[in-house]
């Protein structure tokens, strides 16, 4: 049963990954674009087009990367961060229970 759980949420983690690098990655892109469009019609002149279309291409590319690890990331730490919160207290309670019953052993 634990290794279903652990795929379903391997499987949503990837999923939401996913979706908020596309939303990242859109918003990045469409401001991007906004900006060349706003350009002077002296910008288009002095540069040639398939630099730009070179330089949104490789800028996109990189941010996509550095945001899919960053997320990533993100997203195994607050995994892990939530795994330690809902694990932490049947731990100390074991831990309790454990140490007062040595504790019991050793005073007999």
Do not use: H
């Not at 990837?14 to 918003?27: E, G």
């Not at 330690?84 to 454990?98: D, K, S």
């Amino acid at each position: 049963k634990q290794w279903y759980q652990r795929r379903v949420r391997g499987l949503l983690g990837m999923l939401s990954l996913a979706f908020d690098s596309m939303r990242a990655s859109r918003r990045l892109f469409g401001g991007m674009l906004a900006r060349i469009m706003r350009a002077t019609p002296r910008f288009f002149d002095v540069t040639p087009l398939g630099r730009i279309i070179s330089r949104c291409s490789n800028d996109v590319a990189s941010v996509d990367m550095q945001l899919c690890e960053s997320v990533g990331s993100s997203y195994r730490l607050a995994t892990r961060a939530l795994t330690f919160t809902m694990m932490l207290p049947g731990e100390l309670n074991y831990l309790i229970r454990n140490i007062g019953l040595m504790e019991l052993n050793m005073n007999a």
